[in-house]
């Protein structure tokens, strides 16, 4: 199974109306909200660690 398949959980406490809006704008984009944080991890990664940034932190060579 690839790494990225795998899961961790992730607890985050947040303000209760910027949830509620967070979860409204995922609605509004058709995403959930897992998939939003997922999202925005990836590019605080790449951000950071620049476009290889899988094979550095999964181990992966990535497909041509």
């Known amino acids: 199974m690839p790494?990225?398949?795998r899961t961790a959980r992730l607890s985050v406490l947040i303000d209760?109306?910027?949830?509620a809006c967070f979860e409204e704008?995922?609605?509004?984009?058709d995403?959930?909200?897992s998939?939003?944080?997922?999202?925005l991890i990836r590019s605080?990664?790449?951000?950071r660690l620049?476009?290889?940034?899988?094979d550095q932190v999964l181990g992966e060579d990535l497909p041509d």
């Open 3 to 5: 790494s990225e398949e």
């Open 44 to 47: 605080f990664i790449e951000e």
């Open 25 to 29: 704008l995922c609605r509004r984009e």
């Open 35 to 39: 998939q939003a944080v997922r999202q």
């Open 50 to 54: 620049g476009a290889d940034w899988r």
């Open 31 to 33: 995403i959930t909200p």
């Open 16 to 19: 209760p109306k910027k949830k």
